[in-house]
């Protein structure tokens, strides 16, 4: 099955007509043209009466061919119903909740040798390198208008740099408060089956501040992912089966003063954990993604125990950054890597 794409942007294209946002400002214009697709030069979306010997599922947006092999758009919105066992190639929106892409590969339509497109590109995306970026965090490809995908032979196109599922891969996102790392570390894991976020942090009783942080949280999060609440960290990256995203190490290492009264007294129990957490992440079985305060760069605490934190935390992201393949720190909303 030959599958042609004569554009890969939104409706609108990318870059929008008159539209004067920095992403649609970076681009020529023309670029990216509207998305389109013909299958084998004889079927267009939606796929609702095939020619023959072609079979149509998922409400029209899949399209089986006479060899067997299938393809799949998934537009923005929910994923389409109907989806019937894998498909070889999986077309599909990853600026509108990427996540799905996870789904995706959760239910079985999308394995490791499905080859996954992104398509309705536009200004969601700031540029052309962020969109790459987000990929490859994903295990998909981006490819030109005009191109001509063959389903019987995915090794056309290079595989991207880091498949999503290879591991393990410890990564460390740093970054100041509302900088956007949690958002960085989700989106790092958008493409993952499974993943279990492990909250390290006071469910928000008696605080309602805290308590709507942890909502934003939440309603951000994709459904399908686990949730962990928890402060044995060692513990959970030993015995991990899914992959891991850790939110976040500095509100771990305050409940963790907080267990051992480590604010005004010893704090050799505190070293100890951290100890433990290190060396668990250096043995670490499945990839994760933790997230910390990048404490280094605001002002001296007044207090001696708020000293002792910041110095903590500082010494333990400088051990597990010194144990990790990736370390990024995130500036209002902007991802710089740490070579």
């Known amino acids: 099955m030959k599958v042609f794409l004569p554009g890969t942007a939104g409706a609108a294209g990318w870059p929008e007509p008159g539209c004067r946002c920095a992403s649609c400002r970076r681009l020529p214009a023309g670029r990216r043209r509207p998305f389109g697709m013909v299958v084998d030069g004889v079927a267009r979306l939606p796929f609702l009466a095939p020619p023959p010997g072609y079979r149509a599922f998922a409400g029209g947006h899949g399209l089986e061919g006479p060899d067997g092999t299938r393809v799949l758009y998934v537009p923005p919105g929910p994923c389409p119903e109907g989806v019937e066992g894998r498909c070889d190639l999986l077309l599909i929106d990853l600026l509108d909740r990427p996540e799905r ?44 208008d005009g191109t001509t995908l063959d389903t019987t032979s ?88 899914t992959p891991l995203l850790v939110d976040g190490l500095g509100t771990w290492l305050a409940a963790v003063f907080d267990e051992h009264g480590a604010w005004e007294g010893d704090r050799t129990a505190v070293w100890r954990r951290c100890d433990e957490l290190v060396a668990a992440w250096r043995g670490a079985g499945q990839r994760i993604v933790a997230v910390s305060d990048e404490v280094g760069m605001g002002v001296v605490p007044a207090t001696a125990s708020g000293r002792a934190f910041r110095d903590a935390l500082g010494r333990l992201n400088e051990r597990l950054a010194a144990e990790s393949e990736d370390v990024a720190l995130v500036v209002a909303g902007r991802v710089l890597p740490l070579p």
């Not at 996870?102 to 969109?131: N, P």
């Open 154 to 241: 995915p090794a056309a196109l290079p595989l991207p740099q880091r498949p999503a599922g290879d591991g393990p891969w410890r990564e460390l996102v740093l970054g100041g408060s509302r900088s956007g790392k949690s958002a960085e570390a989700e989106t790092r894991l958008a493409g993952e089956p499974y993943v279990t976020y492990v909250a390290t942090g006071p469910g928000g009783e008696g605080d309602a501040e805290w308590a709507a942080r942890i909502r934003v949280h939440r309603e951000r999060r994709p459904a399908h992912w686990a949730t962990l609440e928890t402060t044995d960290l060692a513990g959970v990256v030993r015995d991990a089966a």
């Open 101 to 144: 892409l996870g789904l995706l590969r959760r239910d079985g339509v999308a394995d490791r040798d499905t080859l996954v497109v992104a398509v309705g590109l536009d200004h969601r995306a700031r540029s052309e390198e962020e969109l790459a970026r987000r990929l490859c965090l994903w295990g998909a490809h981006v490819v030109p």
